[in-house]
C-alpha cells in the first residue's frame, strides 16, 4: 500500500483554523469600513454643531454692530485660522451685497428664516469642498438683514474618524489575534478526543472487530459507523472465501482421488481393455470436478451482498424464461427427458440481475433433471400472483423426496437418498441464495402423484423497488 508524506495530506487543524481565519478577515474588512462610517459620522455631527455655533456668534457680533462693517487683520485671521485647514465666512446683507468676508463662498439655494436656526449645507471654494452654516439675522436698519455663512474644509473630520478607525483596528485586531489563538487552542485539545480511537486502531493487528465506542464523538461516529460497515462487508467476503475453501477441498477430495486411482492402475495395466475402461472413469470424473468447480464458484457469487440499486433491471420473465428454457432443450433431449414451459404472453417484470435468474432457472432445470432421470417430464411455468408478484415453478415427476426432507433441499451438499450421484448438492442451495438476492420465496412441494415442484416466488415491482 502506497501512503501519502505527511506533508502532502490535508490537515484538518489547518482546515478548521482557515475557515475561521477568512471569515474573520473578512469580519474585520466589514467592520473596518463600518467604523469608519460612523466615526466620520459623528466627526460630521460634532463639527457640524461647532459650526452652527460659530454661525451663530458672527451673526450675534453682525447684528450688535460690533463689526462695524469691517473686520481688522487680526480678527480676520482668528476666523480664517484653522490648523488643520482654513475657515471660510461672509457676511451679507440683503439690500448692500457683501459687507465682509469671502465673496467666493456661495450661499445656499434656499435662503434661511428671519431668527431660524442656521441651515447647514455644502459648499465649494477653489475646488475645495467646504460644509457650510448661514443664518439670518436682523439688522439695526429695520428694512435689512444680515446674512451671515461660516465654511471650513472637511480635513479635519476625516483626520479624526481616521483617528477613531485606528483606535478600533488596533483592538480589534487584539480581540481577533486573542480569539485566533484561544481557537487553536480549542482545537488542538478537541482534536485529542481523537487519541483513544487512533491508539484503538494502532494496537490492532488483523482484527475487524467494530471500532465504534462510548468515548468517540458523535461528529466522528458516522465515519467510525461506515468503518464497522465496511469491516462487517469484509468479514462477510473472508468468511466467503473461506467457506469456499473448505467447500472445494470437501467436493474435489473424492473425485481428485478416484482420478489419481484410475491413472495408477491405467499405468501398472496398460491392456488395452484396462487402459479404455480407466479414461472411461478419468472423464466422468472429470466431468464431475469441473462442474462442481463451476457449482462452487456460482454458489459464491449467489452468496454475496444484496444486489445494489445499479445492478437490478426491470426484467420481462415472460421472455426470458422461455429463452432460457428452449437453450436446454438439446440437452434434455438427449438426457431422454420431456423438457416444457407453459405461461401467459403476457408481460410478468421484475426488479432484478439477468444473469443471475438465468442461472437460479438453470440450476433448478439440472436439478429436475437429474434427479428425475430418464424418460421423466419437466415443466417450466410462469403466472401472475394475485398480489402482482410472479411466481415461477419448476416441477418434475421423478421419484421426489420424502416429506420430512424438503426442508433441508436447500442445505449445501445434502442430496436425497436413493437419487444418484450426478449432482453436487449445490443447485438448490445457489437457487435459495439467488432467490434471497431478490427478495423472493422459495418453496417445495410434492407433486399430486409424486415427483417434486420447486416454487420460486418474486416480490410485484412495486414491493421490490
Not at 455631527?45 to 460690533?66: C, E, F, I, P, Y
Not at 484503538?200 to 468503518?227: C, F, K, M, N
Not at 421472455?319 to 438426457?335: C, F, I, N, Q, Y
Request: charged share 20%; hydrophobic share 40%; net charge neutral.
Amino acid at each position: 500500500m502506497k501512503f501519502l508524506p505527511v506533508r502532502s495530506r490535508p490537515s484538518l487543524r489547518r482546515r478548521l483554523l482557515i475557515f475561521l481565519l477568512i471569515p474573520m478577515a473578512v469580519l474585520l474588512c466589514a467592520d473596518a469600513v463600518l467604523t469608519y462610517v460612523v466615526a466620520l459620522n459623528y466627526a460630521n455631527r460634532v463639527h457640524d454643531r461647532d459650526l452652527s455655533d460659530n454661525a451663530l456668534t458672527l451673526a450675534k457680533m453682525s447684528g450688535d454692530n460690533q463689526l462695524g462693517g469691517s473686520l481688522t487683520p487680526q480678527a480676520r485671521f482668528l476666523l480664517e485660522y484653522d490648523p488643520n485647514g482654513r475657515s471660510y465666512f461672509a457676511v451679507r446683507s440683503t439690500l448692500s451685497g457683501l459687507l465682509t468676508g469671502d465673496a467666493q463662498l456661495s450661499q445656499t439655494a434656499r435662503a434661511p428664516a428671519l431668527g431660524g436656526p442656521p441651515v447647514l449645507y455644502d459648499a465649494h471654494v477653489e475646488r475645495h469642498v467646504l460644509r457650510a452654516a448661514t443664518i439670518r439675522v436682523a439688522s439695526h436698519n429695520p428694512n435689512d438683514s444680515l446674512i451671515v455663512t461660516v465654511a471650513e474644509t472637511l480635513r479635519d473630520r476625516h483626520q479624526q474618524a481616521r483617528e477613531i478607525l485606528l483606535l478600533a483596528i488596533v483592538m480589534q485586531s487584539s480581540l481577533i489575534v486573542c480569539v485566533l489563538l484561544l481557537v487553536w487552542f480549542g482545537v488542538s485539545r478537541g482534536l485529542r478526543a481523537l487519541d483513544p480511537l487512533t491508539a484503538r486502531l494502532t494496537s490492532r493487528s488483523h482484527e475487524l472487530t467494530p471500532i465504534d465506542g462510548p468515548d468517540v464523538p458523535q461528529e466522528i461516529a458516522p465515519l467510525t459507523l461506515t468503518i464497522d460497515a465496511v469491516f462487517g462487508r469484509l468479514r462477510g467476503m473472508l468468511a466467503l472465501h473461506d467457506r469456499f475453501i473448505a467447500d472445494a477441498a470437501h467436493q474435489l477430495r473424492t473425485p481428485l482421488a478416484g482420478l489419481s486411482l484410475h491413472v495408477d492402475r491405467a499405468l501398472a495395466d496398460p491392456r488395452p481393455e484396462v487402459v479404455a475402461n480407466a479414461m472411461t472413469h478419468i472423464h466422468r470424473l472429470t466431468q464431475r470436478t469441473a462442474r462442481t468447480s463451476s457449482q462452487l464458484m456460482a454458489l459464491t457469487r449467489a452468496q454475496a451482498s444484496p444486489l445494489e440499486a445499479e445492478d437490478r433491471s426491470l426484467l420481462n420473465l415472460s421472455r426470458l424464461v422461455p429463452d432460457t428454457v428452449s437453450l436446454r432443450v438439446h440437452e434434455a433431449l438427449g438426457a431422454g427427458v420431456d423438457l416444457g414451459y407453459r405461461g401467459s404472453d403476457e408481460p410478468l417484470c421484475i426488479l432484478g440481475n439477468a444473469s443471475s435468474v438465468e442461472d437460479l432457472l438453470d440450476n433448478l432445470i439440472d436439478n429436475a433433471m437429474n434427479y428425475a432421470g430418464r424418460g421423466s417430464v419437466v415443466t417450466v411455468s410462469l403466472q401472475q400472483r394475485d398480489d402482482g408478484g410472479t411466481r415461477l415453478a419448476v416441477e418434475d415427476n421423478g421419484p421426489g423426496v420424502p416429506p420430512e426432507l424438503l426442508p433441508r433441499l436447500s442445505e449445501r451438499f445434502f442430496r436425497a437418498p436413493g437419487n444418484n450421484e450426478r449432482g453436487t448438492g449445490l443447485g438448490l442451495a445457489i437457487v435459495q441464495r439467488i432467490a434471497e438476492r431478490h427478495h423472493a420465496q422459495v418453496t417445495y412441494e410434492l407433486a399430486e402423484e409424486h415427483g417434486l415442484r420447486v416454487i420460486v416466488d418474486f416480490p410485484s415491482t412495486t414491493r421490490g423497488a
